[in-house]
């Protein structure tokens, strides 16, 4: 599944270069573990796998935050995103557009 950052921040994170963020630079452990959820979100073929990795928590979320999607990055963090659908097959889900890492009850 292909990845698209929608906050340069994000990217940074993913990527390595967390210097200029003081909120991820003091907390490596944090960026460690959004990588390694990141990778998983790019090695699944479809959003159905997601449900399967229970430790992800994968839930489409309702309220305020309707149609964003989110995984859990720890108990602390998750990562909110948009499912765009492929343009030949409405039923797959090619591209995981990440939209913020955030705290819980924080919006």
């Keep these: 599944m ?4 929608q906050k340069e ?6 990527t390595g270069n967390i210097k200029p963020y003081k909120e991820y630079k003091s907390n490596p452990q944090l960026v460690k573990q959004y990588v390694k959820t990141i ?8 959003i159905e796998q997601l449900y399967q990795l229970k430790s992800l928590h994968y839930e489409k979320k309702i309220g305020n935050l309707n149609g964003v999607s989110a995984v859990y990055v720890n108990k602390q963090y998750r990562i909110l995103f948009n ?3 492929s343009v030949e097959d409405g039923l797959e889900i090619d591209i995981l557009e990440i939209e913020d890492l955030s705290k819980h009850y924080e919006n």
């Design 2 to 5: 292909e990845i698209k950052f």
């Design 9 to 14: 921040y994000l990217s940074d994170l993913y």
């Design 39 to 46: 990778n998983t979100l790019k090695s699944v073929t479809r």
């Design 83 to 85: 499912e765009v659908a």
